[in-house]
């Protein structure tokens, strides 16, 4: 029989692990405390499973992992997770870039890993909330590869050769059971956490009453500013609701900005709802609108300028009467309102926090991880997934790290 290895953590990053270890003929037990498997990725891409992304480079993650995450991807990279799929008889497609499963169902992602589990015989005990890894024979320091360790749940506690630690972090929603345990077991080990913050999640604004009650998407450009400064900078479709303002732009800018307002930094969000306009095309679309003014009310002259719930919000802003009559508004005001539309400042106060972020900024630092995924102070142990201080852009950028940390992990832990 081959490497007794435990797996702690039934998520994308663990799973991965268990079939690589197993693939190799290790003797593999997944620890998952919920009662299933998979229950995050299950939930990825808007049900959909955006697993990885052919615009694949270490820039693409936090800045402290960019190095390390260039030597990880050349190990296992996005034609490593694609064969991998294949494998798993997931059918694939790419839409600009981003790959997803043809069904459209992360499920058919979460079934394909059980179905292979099951094929390869790993033992997966559910409902089991593990509480700390220890070792049992004392630290060998001629053959630390002989250490072995015991994981202790709140029900029982397993010996294993090789710990396999994926509990990923603190972001989704309660039913994916993302309480952060994997720090506390870590720090226990020894390791040093990074202070953690919620990442890839949207903003609340102060100030909500200028905010469209019913919600609008749109496409614009988001700019953060920290005074005059330009903290982050995206363009993209954006969310705003009547509480704040998400969507994927905002997710790509909220790693920087969720640290700043942490440190009671005013951030605001500045919107230009006109991104595609330069400034000449503005200028000559402004002057023909100026012509039209006559007996309409503001909020009719505005709607044919831009969304409806967006001309509100932007009246809301310039504390005018939606009925006033254009003809009595001045040309200059009339240029200060078009202004705005370029320039809309929402004063935000926090993020969403970690139910509603998609990942975890910080963790298990880099420093105390091997390129092979073992820790420093023990051989046998392997720290996975978003667990570890690396945390990507939107786009599949996280899964491709738990796909390429937990095959790196399972590998090694089987030999
Ligand atoms: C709504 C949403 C959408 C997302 N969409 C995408 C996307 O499209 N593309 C992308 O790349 N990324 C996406 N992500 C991010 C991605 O899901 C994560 O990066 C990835 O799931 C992390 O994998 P993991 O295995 O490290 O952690 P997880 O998937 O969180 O798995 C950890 C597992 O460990 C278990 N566990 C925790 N503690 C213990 C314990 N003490 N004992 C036993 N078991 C334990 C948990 O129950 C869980 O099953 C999304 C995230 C969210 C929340």
Not at 103 to 119: I, Y
Not at 122 to 148: F, R
Not at 316 to 329: A, D, E, F
């Amino acid at each position: 029989m081959g490497k007794k290895i435990i797996v702690i953590g039934g998520g994308a990053a663990g799973m991965c692990a268990a079939v690589y270890a197993a693939r190799n003929g290790a003797d593999v037990t997944i620890i998952e405390k919920n009662t299933q498997l998979g229950k995050k990725l299950s939930m990825t891409g808007n049900g959909r499973c955006n697993f990885s992304n052919l615009n694949m480079n270490a820039g693409m993650y936090n800045s402290s992992a960019e190095k390390r995450m260039k030597g990880w991807l050349s190990v296992y990279g996005v034609l490593d997770v694609i064969n991998f799929f294949k494998s798993l008889g997931i059918v694939i497609k790419s839409e600009d870039g981003y790959l997803y499963p043809v069904s459209g169902q992360a499920q058919t992602v979460v079934d394909a890993f059980r179905n292979e589990l099951k094929r390869l015989g790993v033992k997966v005990v559910y409902g089991e909330q593990a509480k700390s890894v220890s070792v049992i024979k004392g630290n060998d320091a001629e053959n630390p590869d002989n250490e072995t360790y015991s994981v202790v749940t709140n029900l029982n506690s397993y010996e294993a050769e090789r710990v396999i630690i994926a509990t990923g972090g603190l972001s989704g929603a309660k039913s994916t059971m993302s309480t952060g345990d994997g720090y506390y077991i870590c720090k226990q080990l020894g390791m040093s956490i990074k202070d953690t913050y919620p990442a890839l999640v949207g903003f609340k604004a102060d100030d909500c009453e200028i905010m469209p009650e019913n919600g609008v998407r749109c496409t614009a450009e988001i700019s953060f500013l920290l005074g005059t400064e330009v903290v982050a900078k995206e363009y993209g479709e954006l969310q705003l609701t009547s509480d704040g303002v998400s969507g994927i732009p905002v997710m790509q800018a909220s790693g920087k900005v969720v640290r700043l307002l942490q440190e009671g930094k005013p951030i605001f969000a500045s919107i230009n709802f006109f991104p595609d306009y330069d400034e000449e095309d503005f200028l000559s679309l402004e002057k023909e609108m100026l012509r039209l003014r006559d007996n309409r009310s503001l909020l009719e002259f505005l709607n044919g300028f831009h969304n409806s719930q967006i001309n509100e919000m932007v009246i809301k802003r310039m504390k005018m009467g939606s009925t006033m009559k254009m003809k009595n508004i001045s040309e200059s005001m009339v240029i200060s309102i078009f202004d705005s539309y370029r320039n809309f400042k929402i004063k935000l106060k926090d993020s969403y926090g970690y139910q509603k972020s998609q990942v975890t900024s910080g963790g298990v630092s880099l420093g105390d991880i091997r390129d092979d995924m073992t820790v420093v102070s023990h051989n046998g142990i392997f720290v996975v997934g978003e667990l570890a201080d690396v945390d990507g852009r939107c786009g599949g950028y996280n899964l491709q790290w738990a796909f390429t940390s937990g095959s790196i992990a399972g590998t090694v832990a089987s030999l």
